[in-house]
């Protein structure tokens, strides 16, 4: 599968933006998909993960409730729809693809794909 990510930006703090992260290659519809992001000098960090199906998503702490994760098999892609930036979330968002566990995607290791990275930039 390749991933390609895009809709990353500059936005100021309170803000929103939609990343996208388009699949090829695979049949789209049987992996779980994720989103990670590194900042700088940090660790790559769990955001969101979301079934195959589309039925179950998971998030870390840090931005429930101001981002959802949703895909449309239909079209290859999953989106991350960001609302109430802040400057923490400020990083290069991954997005990614692994077989769907059935208990939630939070680890790196249990993705096989990944796309090159999309830059979110939240100014205060």
């Known amino acids: 599968v390749q991933l390609q990510a895009s809709g990353g930006g500059l936005v100021q703090a309170g803000g929103s933006l939609r990343l996208s992260c388009a699949a090829s290659g695979r049949p789209f519809g049987s992996y779980a998909m994720g989103w990670f992001r590194q900042a700088p000098g940090k660790e790559r960090e769990f955001v969101s993960a979301?079934?195959?199906?589309?039925?179950?998503?998971d998030y870390a702490d840090s931005v429930k409730g101001r981002f959802t994760i949703s895909r449309d098999n239909a079209k290859n892609t999953v989106y991350l729809q960001m609302n109430s930036l802040k400057s923490e979330d400020t990083a290069v968002y991954y997005c990614a693809a692994g077989p769907d566990y059935g208990l939630g995607n939070r680890e790196e290791y249990e993705y096989d794909f990944w796309g090159q990275g999309t830059q979110v930039t939240v100014s205060s």
């Open positions: 979301i079934s195959w199906s589309g039925g179950s998503a």
